[in-house]
């Protein structure tokens, strides 16, 4: 994964679970209220700002 070839152990417990949770809400458009603030703060600033790949 970009350029980087050392092993690295899987992600497990409580945070790997949390992750599947909030992969799973973002994918059945089912967000919790943090996450809907988040979508409308990156909302506005996509809005005020305008960046070029090149």
Excluded: C, D
């Excluded at 350029?3 to 497990?12: A, F, L, V, W, Y």
């Excluded at 943090?34 to 506005?44: A, D, G, Q, T």
Aim: charged share 35%.
């Amino acid at each position: 994964m970009l350029g980087i070839e050392s092993p690295r152990k899987p992600i497990t417990g409580q945070f790997a679970k949390e992750l599947r949770e909030a992969l799973v809400r973002a994918r059945t458009g089912n967000l919790n209220q943090s996450e809907k603030e988040s979508v409308l703060r990156s909302e506005k600033v996509s809005r005020k700002y305008n960046a070029v790949w090149k």
